[in-house]
């Protein structure tokens, strides 16, 4: 069974670097393309890039001049920085993996507030 | 940019009833690129349903998808309790590779 477990800081300031990273477990982190996926507090899913360990990548147009996404195969983790980060960017950010053309499995999710 | 419309925004039904929610494509997608997810309170999405139509491991047969082209519907045959939440349907486009996500349609109980 796979599973995703997401970790980082809970509190980001404006104007600065939200950066997390999400191990995955229970599967090889090469079969797959992996995902992030945001929501923010009582609103709906936002897909933000997705990569895969060859370092191949994928962005959401509206975020992509701020955001990196990386597989690392050594430690089976992949890694989301945001840059230059508002409240709008306030959220409960998911990994997932990516299978055909959906995302079948989840980590339980990590939020982040952007305040000073 | 492939928009997704769900409706109802709301749906308030009781255990026991069928529920159809409608997710509405602006243009037509290949039913291969549709999916259902379901959320509760606290939790993550789970997917219930890919390529529009087949259940995801571990899914009762009372949820089935079905649609083409621009109109796609995510059924519930029998309403249990556990069945109240958020339902999501997804889209993949491939130009540009991107996941969308409908706004969600809330299935509330009555």
């Known amino acids: 069974q796979v599973q995703l477990q997401e970790s980082g800081p809970g509190l980001v300031k404006p104007s600065g670097t939200l950066s997390l990273t999400c191990a995955v477990s229970?599967?090889?982190?090469?079969?797959?393309?992996w995902s992030w996926v945001r929501q923010p507090p009582g609103k709906g899913l936002e897909w933000i890039g997705e990569s895969e360990h060859s370092g191949n990548t994928n962005y959401n147009p509206s975020l992509k001049s701020r955001v990196t996404i990386s597989v690392d195969r050594s430690n089976s983790q992949l890694s989301l920085t945001l840059s230059s980060v508002t409240a709008a960017d306030t959220a409960v950010y998911y990994c997932a993996r990516a299978a055909t053309y959906n995302l079948d499995y989840w980590g339980q999710g990590t939020l982040v507030t952007v305040s000073s | 940019e492939i928009v997704l419309t769900q409706s109802p925004g709301t749906l308030s039904l009781s255990p026991g009833e069928r529920a159809t929610l409608s997710c509405r494509a602006s243009?037509?997608?290949?039913?291969?690129?549709v999916a259902w997810y379901q959320q509760k309170p606290g939790q993550a999405p789970r997917l219930l349903i890919y390529a529009a139509s087949s259940r995801a491991t571990g899914i009762p047969d009372r949820f089935s998808g079905s649609g083409s082209g621009t109109d796609f519907t995510l059924s519930i045959s029998r309403l249990e309790p556990e069945d109240f939440a958020v339902y999501y349907c997804q889209q993949y486009d491939n130009s540009p590779p991107r996941y969308t996500f409908g706004q969600g349609t809330n299935l509330e109980i009555k």
């Open positions: 229970g599967g090889s982190i090469t079969n797959n393309w």
């Open positions: 243009q037509s997608v290949r039913s291969s690129y």
